[in-house]
């Protein structure tokens, strides 16, 4: 198997996406560091491995991808056979797919941008973003415990790239005052519970703390 190289953050919400993904496959990589703050995802060699500039990046031999949902269908679907299935093929599960990316990711990464990571680059939080935000995140959370009362998880009945694909916005917002709109919701919170409990999810933090 060729070896594989992650360009990125660990507190990257795109990068953990990768991660997660291949710590659920149980596939090796080796991790090299982006360091965003000196923008070093702006710049060479960074930028001919991605040209938007963004994390993460991801090479397996002669093979370089960019886009973490893409990079994570790819790893599901090569290492089919290794580690938690996280793909059912069924049309189902690729609607929900497209519910976390265009329902969900909005509005939860815009809250994590004005509560977590706009005070962490010494700005200020707007209010009334967050507001605006979390009355649309609401109403996303609200499907989200209709769909949870009929199966196990959003994607189906087993764990899936649907359910991945949440953990870093909802990792983030765990720390936010915005987690009230998860308490509140017990179907829902009880799945947030679950996930967020997983091993693989684990060693990504632990690579926080590293």
């Known amino acids: 198997m060729a070896a594989i190289n992650v360009h ?9 996406r990768v991660f997660a993904t291949l710590y659920e496959k149980d596939v090796d990589f080796e991790f090299v560091n982006v360091d965003m703050r000196s923008g070093e995802h702006k710049k060479e060699p960074f930028i001919s491995l991605n040209p938007f500039g963004q994390v993460p990046a991801y090479q397996e031999g ?14 599901a679907q090569k290492f089919a056979s290794k580690g938690t299935p996280l793909t059912t093929g069924e049309p189902e599960m690729k609607v929900w797919l497209q519910v976390e990316v265009n329902h969900f990711e909005p509005a939860s ?15 200020t939080t707007d209010p009334a973003a ?7 995140l609401s109403k996303v959370l609200d499907v989200y415990e209709t ?23 909802i990792q983030v917002l765990n720390g936010t005052p915005t987690k ?17 409990a997983r091993p693989a999810w684990s060693k990504v933090l632990a690579m926080q703390k590293q």
Do not use: C
């Not at 990125?8 to 953990?16: D, H, R, V």
């Not at 990464?109 to 509560?115: A, C, F, I, V």
């Not at 009230?180 to 996930?195: E, G, H, N, T, Y």
């Open 8 to 16: 990125g953050s660990p507190f990257s919400t795109a990068s953990q």
């Open 147 to 169: 769909r949870l009362s009929k199966s196990k998880y959003l994607g189906g009945d087993q764990f899936t790239l649907v359910d991945l694909h949440h953990l870093p916005n």
């Open 109 to 123: 990464s815009q809250l994590g941008w004005e509560q977590v990571f706009k005070p962490m680059f010494g700005m």
């Open 130 to 136: 967050v507001e605006a935000n979390e009355a649309k």
């Open 62 to 75: 002669d093979l370089t991808l960019f886009e973490s949902r893409a990079i994570t269908d790819h790893i």
């Open 180 to 196: 009230k709109l998860f308490d509140s919701r017990p179907k829902l919170s009880a799945w947030i519970a679950d996930v967020t």
